[in-house]
């Protein structure tokens, strides 16, 4: 089955600056990628997605990119905002018989300080 | 439309009860994915399940776990005889008709076990 890795597991920048998180998988036939993103007590929330299709994908102040070959991908925040605290998950998936399953890596916790 | 509705969102069992937690997905939707989430820990997939069928169920438990989506109702998931170790967070998820990948968690159903 998938494996995903995710590094680093804690990770604090200063207000402005960026933070960037990788994860790399397994499964070459994987080709769904989302990140999520928990605050504490809360559900994970999808706050961007790629797929395999796709090498780089932009919402705003967050990017995620895909290298299918060396079969990584990584978030990346820019200008980070105190509101960005919480832990990022990314996932991986293919398409199963008409659903999805995603394999989680195990979460990044972001502090962003002052 | 409500989203993925879970319930409830907080439930406590002495060792050796029963927990039932509940899972309406989002309107049209007819997957539902089973997660848990121990304390500060990733999410760790369970069980994926269609309207009356179980279509993969590779990260339940052997014993004491099982797990439905009746043709009516809100999915369960079923966890008998209850031990510490299952004091968790449980996050039901779904996705639409299409197959598409994107999950919509909800809120988790938290279980502490006394």
């Known amino acids: 089955g998938e494996n995903v890795e995710q590094h680093p597991s804690t990770l604090s920048v200063q207000e402005g600056d960026s933070a960037v998180i990788k994860c790399t998988y397994s499964?070459?036939?994987?080709?769904?990628f989302p990140w999520y993103k928990q605050e504490l007590g809360k559900r994970p929330q999808l706050i961007i997605d790629?797929?395999?299709?796709?090498g780089e994908k932009k919402d705003q102040r967050i990017a995620v990119t895909l290298n299918k070959t060396a079969k990584h991908f990584s978030l990346h925040i820019t200008e980070t905002q105190p509101e960005d605290s919480a832990v990022y998950f990314c996932?991986?998936?293919?398409?199963?018989?008409?659903?999805?399953?995603?394999?989680f890596g195990t979460g990044t916790q972001l502090k962003v300080e002052l | 439309n409500a989203g993925v509705m879970q319930n409830p969102r907080h439930l406590v069992r002495r060792r050796g009860q029963e927990a039932r937690l509940r899972c309406s997905p989002m309107k049209g939707h007819s997957h539902v994915y089973w997660y848990r989430q121990l304390p500060e820990e990733g999410l760790k997939f369970m069980v994926y399940?269609?309207?009356?069928?179980?279509?993969?169920e590779s990260g339940m438990p052997k014993e004491r776990f099982s797990a439905e989506f009746p043709k009516e109702g809100p999915s369960i998931l079923r966890i008998q005889q209850v031990v510490r170790g299952d004091s968790a967070a449980y996050f039901c998820a779904s996705s639409p008709n299409s197959g598409a990948n994107v999950l919509t968690f909800g809120a988790g159903s938290r279980l502490t076990v006394l």
């Open positions: 499964d070459s036939a994987s080709n769904y």
């Open positions: 399940l269609q309207k009356e069928n179980i279509i993969d």
């Open positions: 790629i797929r395999s299709n796709v």
């Open positions: 996932a991986a998936s293919g398409f199963t018989g008409g659903g999805n399953k995603l394999t």
